[in-house]
């Protein structure tokens, strides 16, 4: 069985490309899965230990969903079926899979969604190795592990018109892969009584 990996419903919009609002129709027909409970770097706000998550097969069906729009159109009993088979497979198998999403229609996961796969695995490495709360440091608010630096800082600073490449060259200590980590996890964790940005397009 596949291990559980952690994701919050907006991490899963923000990877996928697709506006929030589809994810939680998702969970709202129960085809995604929830389960609650925490991730490292998101201990701020009234819910950081009871955050609603879900597994990676989120990001696969919300890409795949976005792909096939408007070409295949699946019930929501084989929505959830879909989701069980994608459930079944781990992220590197995942990137590889083919599932038969209706009779005689076989979807290539990773030729409609391996870009969002793709990224989610780079985001999953970066954010476990390099995105923290940290008791006593800027408040708890989220860091760049061993810094000062707030994922929020790093979203702020692209929203001003800064590039990654001029931030990572400020911190050559730091790899790029931090801060990209940084920039998803801002948008997708936005500090109470901050607007939400709208998921970034995953042509």
Known sequence: ???????????VAELAGVPKRNVEKAIEEKVLSVHVGKI???HFGKSADARRLLGVESVAYAALMRRLNGLVSLTVPGKRKLVKALASLDLSRLKSAKIEIAPSVTADIGELAGDALERTDRYLSARDAWIASVAGIKGGLPVIK????TVHSVESRLSHGDSLDDIAAENPDLPREAFEAAVLFARANPLPGRPTTIARSAA
């Open 1 to 11: 069985m596949p291990s559980t990996i952690n994701l919050t419903p907006r991490e």
């Open 40 to 42: 490292a770097g998101a």
């Open 146 to 149: 061993g810094t000062r630096i």
